[in-house]
């Protein structure tokens, strides 16, 4: 009998352990935010059929630039990145686009050089973005308003380099960014 009730009380041991392990606790919330959208744009960069595409920026002289703040395109942009909206919901009217990447010394007014401080790469100068109407343009900041005609439209951009310090020195200078696409 003793063996019996050792085993018993054992029984009830491991079942009161699984009991307490099932036991639930209120300690937070999560809440889940989204929405249903009616579709995404097809992006066409540079008349690449791809969302991706190369944007040559060519060489460029240290002389180009006058000091900081200076850009070598003089204000106008050295390169057109044109993007093609096709696809969009026709119930949008207007898109947006958003440029983004690394950042030049922490801030979003231009877009770092790759590798920038390794050997090889130039320094003093970062990648200026703008609008058709030379606004400079931040990154992670959207653009205008792109209006949408039958959930289409061809936008243009430009990009140049800009002195971002008292030195220029020679080297690569390429970037990327990315680029997204809202309603």
């Known amino acids: 009998n003793f063996q019996m009730n050792k085993r018993i009380i054992a029984a009830l041991i491991a079942a009161s352990g699984l009991v307490a392990f099932n036991a639930s606790a209120n300690d937070g919330t999560v809440n889940f935010i989204g929405d249903i959208t009616d579709g995404?744009?097809?992006?066409?960069v540079q008349n690449t059929g791809s969302s991706t595409g190369?944007?040559?920026?060519?060489?460029?002289p240290k002389s180009?630039?006058?000091g900081v703040g200076s850009t070598a395109g003089n204000g106008s942009g050295l390169a057109a990145i044109t993007i093609s909206l096709s696809g969009c919901p026709t119930t949008k009217t207007d898109a947006y686009v958003t440029f983004d990447g690394d950042y030049y010394?922490?801030?979003?007014?231009?877009?770092?050089?790759?590798g920038y401080g390794n050997t090889g790469v130039a320094k003093g100068?970062?990648?200026?973005?703008m609008d058709s109407n030379n606004n400079h343009l931040k990154?992670?900041?959207?653009?205008?308003?792109?209006p949408l005609t039958a959930g289409a439209a061809d936008v243009a951009f430009k990009a140049t380099y800009a002195?971002?310090?008292?030195?220029?020195?020679?080297?690569?200078?390429?970037?990327?960014?990315?680029?997204?696409?809202?309603?």
């Open 40 to 44: 995404a744009c097809t992006v066409d």
């Open 54 to 60: 190369q944007v040559t920026l060519g060489s460029v």
């Open 125 to 129: 100068v970062a990648i200026k973005l």
């Open 105 to 114: 010394n922490g801030l979003n007014d231009y877009l770092k050089l790759t």
């Open 163 to 183: 002195q971002v310090e008292s030195t220029v020195d020679a080297g690569t200078a390429n970037g990327v960014a990315t680029l997204l696409v809202t309603y």
């Open 64 to 66: 180009a630039f006058s």
């Open 139 to 146: 990154l992670g900041e959207k653009s205008a308003a792109i």
